[in-house]
């Protein structure tokens, strides 16, 4: 097993691991943070650029470094690697450039998106994000598009991650959807404005790291932070039936599937569970959900120790 030195502490990982994997297996503190990879998706990563990483040694033999930055998610660990990722200057500089370049065509509407709160953009945004920004020309702008009854899609957020259309590959049957155009034309749609329709689509708005896809049915019913997150079951023939109600006093406002400490699905849900079961009697409710550390849901759960470094710098700063 190869051992790799991140942010000067050393862990030993399965061959074959990267470097995200390596720095994630240290904790939540250690990761960096990640926009397009996703684990549970084949293929994902490399599109963002958030992840960047400084090798120092590329090995125990190779005692050279890159020159430059690589994105963690998609540079393989060798045994004696040495990493730099909070600790570097570099790195931390060229992710707020990435930050900038994101939020060059995202408006900045948290205010009305249902996503604030609990979105990966404004919490990296926050992190390592300037106030000012060195664009001047005017942002791109498009149609809305009705892409069915229960998912709305705003591509002016959108971030062209592409972990939707590897939603709609790998856990579809039919995908109905994709990344028409290239370069700056490049946007997410269904060309000939098709309703996105079947068993597990609702997983799309999961994995949307920002507010381009959101859930009809809960739709500016309420903020998140004032919604309380229950874990809740019931017996799927679809799915596992685990989810996390966000509940309103007893009304249930929406149901997502369970994400893990990195804001990913633990595992994928049925649109039954998702849009068709907003009873509460129709679940049984386990307790609170763990709630995402960068989420202000959970503000005033978590002291500065517990909050991804990152995070903890950004409030130094
Ligand atoms: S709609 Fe969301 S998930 Fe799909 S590519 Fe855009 S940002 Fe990524
Ligand atoms: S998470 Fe690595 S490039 Fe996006």
């Known amino acids: 097993m190869p051992k790799v030195i991140i942010d000067m502490h050393e862990i030993e990982v399965p061959e074959g691991s990267t470097i995200l994997q390596a720095a994630r297996q240290l904790g939540a503190s250690y990761a960096p943070p990640a926009m397009c990879y996703y684990t549970k998706l084949e293929g994902s990563g490399g599109k963002c650029r958030t992840c960047l990483v400084k090798v120092t040694q590329n090995s125990a033999k190779d005692t050279k470094g890159t020159p430059k930055l690589v994105a963690s998610c998609r540079t393989v660990v060798a045994d004696g690697m040495v990493v730099e990722n909070f600790i ?60 069915g009854p229960l998912i ?15 939603v709609a590959d790998q856990l579809t049957d039919q995908r109905q ?11 997410i749609g269904t060309y000939i404005k098709k309703a996105i329709q079947n068993d597990f689509s609702g997983n799309m708005i999961d ?86 550390v960068r989420s202000v849901i959970s503000q005033n759960h978590y ?8 995070e903890t710098h950004a409030l130094l700063d």
Request: glycine content about 6%; overall charge negative.
């Open 152 to 166: 709305k899609l705003h591509m002016n957020r959108c971030i062209l991650c592409y972990r939707c259309v590897y």
């Open 177 to 187: 959807h994709g990344v028409l155009g290239r370069g700056d034309a490049a946007e």
């Open 88 to 147: 570097s200057e570099e790195v931390v500089s060229a992710r707020k450039d990435v930050v900038e370049l994101l939020l060059i065509n995202h408006p900045l509407d948290c205010p009305v998106c249902d996503q604030a709160g609990e979105c990966d953009l404004q919490n990296l945004a926050f992190a390592h994000g300037e106030e000012i920004t060195a664009y001047e020309e005017p942002r791109r702008q498009y149609p809305v598009q009705d892409i």
């Open 207 to 292: 994995v949307c790291p920002v507010g381009a896809l959101t859930d009809k049915t809960f739709r500016f019913k309420s903020r998140v932070w004032f919604t309380k997150p229950m874990n809740a079951h019931r017996d799927c023939k679809m799915c596992s039936g685990k989810v996390v109600l966000w509940l309103k006093g007893s009304e249930v406002l929406r149901v997502t599937g369970r994400k893990d400490a990195f804001g990913e699905s633990l595992e994928f849900i049925c649109n039954g569970c998702r849009f068709e079961s907003k009873a509460l009697e129709q679940w049984t409710v386990e307790g609170p959900a763990t709630v995402d």
């Open 303 to 310: 002291d500065a120790q517990s909050r991804p470094a990152w």
